[in-house]
């Protein structure tokens, strides 16, 4: 049974939504267990979440985090997941607002509020592949590329992620022979108002997200490397929020900040799950 009265906080990232537990002084015990958070990820008969989202103690950073997702696999890096734990660590009074560090799996993030939204800083991503070869474009699929941001993602340029099967088209790519560990799968297209619309298939959740910070980031270094985009990159999520990326370049490599929503839905405490 899950401990009843464990308190915990529902956080959204752009529709990105996950259970976070202060774990700092009391352990995360039974609840970083697999059967466990798949039962409290569970819709419907849990609480319902992406993933799960411990904050720990640290002493390389002001917090830890870390995060699972809603089958109970460990990732290095969710973007959104970071967002969160930005604005929350400032609530409870870990981080400054204008700047403090939160170790995260990937390393070492940079985070902040910006304009009244958090705003982190990821890890450099290197080897970037303009084009994932190998991998057969269907159609309406303009370019098809790779980017490692803390977790591995595929990016598709299309004519219109409206008339994309995200769970058909992206759940075999999410198992392809080449994606060695599995792969997230992000879908862009042009928005009207200059933006990109973007949908994600997420491993680890094998269903489409409402938002994918990283795979923004990763989006956004793709559109910019093939020459379709350039300064700051707004993506659209389908929940209609929207994530924003500012890219530096070094030569191969690329330095990310993204920025977005990290909202605090309710707090509660667990009972029967």
Request: glycine share 12%.
């Amino acid at each position: 049974m899950i401990p009843a009265g464990r308190s915990f906080y529902k956080m959204s990232g752009s529709g990105n939504d996950f259970v976070v537990v202060d774990a700092r002084h009391e352990p995360r015990g039974e609840l970083g267990q697999t059967e466990v958070i798949q039962r409290i990820c569970a819709r419907g008969t849990g609480v319902g979440a992406d993933g799960i989202v411990f904050l720990e103690p640290s002493s390389a950073a002001a917090i830890r985090l870390t995060y699972l997702n809603a089958d109970g696999s460990r990732a290095d890096l969710c973007g959104n997941a970071t967002l969160c734990t930005t604005r929350l660590s400032v609530e409870l009074g870990v981080g400054a607002p204008d700047g403090f560090d939160i170790e995260t799996d990937s390393g070492i993030v940079a985070a902040r509020i910006r304009a009244g939204q958090p705003e982190i800083d990821l890890q450099p991503v290197h080897g970037v592949q303009e084009e994932a070869h190998g991998i057969h474009r269907e159609l309406g699929e303009l370019r098809i590329g790779f980017a490692l941001v803390g977790v591995p993602h595929l990016v598709i340029l299309c004519d219109d992620v409206s008339t994309i099967d995200v769970v058909g088209r992206g759940r075999p790519l999410r198992h392809h022979p080449l994606m060695t560990h599995g792969a997230n799968v992000n879908f862009v297209s042009p928005s009207l108002d200059g933006r990109w619309r973007m949908r994600t298939y997420e491993r680890g959740v094998e269903a489409e997200t409402l938002a994918c910070g990283s795979g923004s980031v990763a989006s956004a270094i793709l559109l910019t490397a093939w020459g379709e985009a350039s300064g700051t990159v707004e993506l659209e999520t389908s929940s209609g929020r929207v994530l924003s990326v500012r890219l530096n370049r070094d030569g191969d490599m690329w330095i990310p900040s993204l920025s977005g929503e990290g909202r605090v839905v309710y707090q509660a405490q667990l009972s029967e799950v």
